[in-house]
């Protein structure tokens, strides 16, 4: 299965601003893109980068440019895909640093064994993760994102399966998103962090991060 994996090279992860500085934040999102796609390969995926710039990165796959918003890029992309190939297609986040190998087969097997669509949802009613086998699927990432997709399968009568993943429900947005990073996460992101410095923090009663 062909799995595109969005990722925007201009200022991404703004909202870690308060812990890593433009440059940090930078380097920090290729690394989680690094992960995922290493775990999308050991899952039986054939990643491709569905960039919004060239990647300032070393990555082993094809990398197709569209600085189009998220929701036309990946459509058109699934339009291509389908006039060329009659196959899944799966799309994963590029912020899902703690995604595995084994949840990632979780939802390919799925759609390629029963179901037409399937859907990891994220925490906050976004979608992190999908493999869609219906010709007729449309992606529309605003907003509550995972309602609207199970709109969207309704309203052309494809079956949904819905993974409930803790790894793949975890995209990292937030500095406290980053604690899941240093607890679960074994790959480039977690190592990154270490290494300039972040780690954990339950000195409040409540697990965060604090840079040392």
Known sequence: MEVLVPFSTECPKSRLST???????????????????????????????????????????????????????????????????????????????????????????????????????????????LAVEHAEFRVDYHGASYCDHRRIADEIDATVSVIDSHRLATDVDEPADLAEVLIHGDGAAAAWLRDVGITLDDSGGRVGVERV
């Not at 986040?93 to 995604?99: G, Q, T």
């Not at 390919?108 to 037409?116: I, K, L, M, N, P």
Request: with cysteine.
């Open 19 to 129: 812990v890593l500085d433009p440059a940090e934040r930078a380097t920090f999102a290729r690394a989680m893109l690094s992960d995922v796609l290493d775990a999308v390969a050991a899952a039986g995926g054939e990643p491709r980068v569905l960039a919004t710039g060239p990647v300032d990165a070393v990555v082993d796959c094809p990398v197709e440019i569209d600085d189009r918003p998220l929701t036309t890029a990946v459509n058109a992309a699934l339009a291509d895909r389908r006039a060329a190939a009659d196959r899944p297609v799966g799309i994963v986040m590029a912020d899902l640093a703690i995604a595995t190998p084994s949840a990632l087969r979780g939802l390919f097997e799925t759609v390629e064994r029963s179901a037409d669509v399937s859907i990891a949802p994220g925490r906050g009613g976004g979608t992190n993760a």
